[in-house]
């Protein structure tokens, strides 16, 4: 890539919990991401994981993804503030399904309370670096909660970009069918607070309009592998 002075581009933190040497598939659209926004006008700063906590999370690591993110993308990583080990001990003693039934805000996704601790450190990031753009990357969809705390007290735009359709993805499970239905209350309402919607099929965008999650300009396709 050709050389870009980033001294006359615009800042944009980009907010994302899978980043190298975070090895899932998720991560090579962030990677593309950071790459390429210099072209069109952006300097990149990420937010996301420390190393070291990635095999408190019991995911896997790649460091071999750190050597496809260009010299000039600027990350800062933070605790990832782990619920494995609670959610494990409570399997141990088997109540963990009781736990998951009665607080499922807080089970909902294991990567939950990092997006609300990592709240003070994106808005030092934002007040430092002078940043009025903030980019989420999902799933985890409580990335999205960062990204809407972060518009509220702020200021900031906030785009945010969909691998993966929520309550309308066959991978996710709910504890009831009432679990499911106010699920799906909460997404309407997260889903229409940010300034625009990024999803990475034109069947994504096809299923929010046909539920008129967004409106037709309000939600952009940008394919894998773009």
Known sequence: MQQIKLSFLKKVLIVSYQFPPFASPGVQR????????????????????KKEDLPKIEVNSDASLEEL????????????????????????????????????????????????KTVKKARQI????????VYTSSAPFSTMILGYLLK???GVKWVADLRDPFTDAYVWQFPTKVHWYLARIF?????SK?????VNTAEVKKLYLSRALRTENDIVVINNGF
Do not use: C
């Open 69 to 116: 993110i260009l010299n000039h993308v600027d990350v800062r990583r933070v605790d990832s503030y782990p619920l494995n080990s609670f959610a494990s001990f409570l399997m141990k003693l088997k109540i963990y399904r009781i736990f998951w039934f009665f607080f499922y805000p807080l089970l909902w996704e294991w990567s939950f309370l990092w997006s609300i």
């Open 194 to 198: 940010p300034d625009m919607l990024v």
């Open 187 to 191: 997404e309407r309402w997260l889903f």
């Open 152 to 154: 509220k007290r702020t």
């Open 126 to 133: 934002i007040e430092e670096e002078q940043i009025n753009l």
């Open 30 to 49: 962030v990677i593309n991401l950071v790459n390429y926004l210099p072209k069109f006008g952006y300097e990149p700063i990420v937010l996301t994981l």
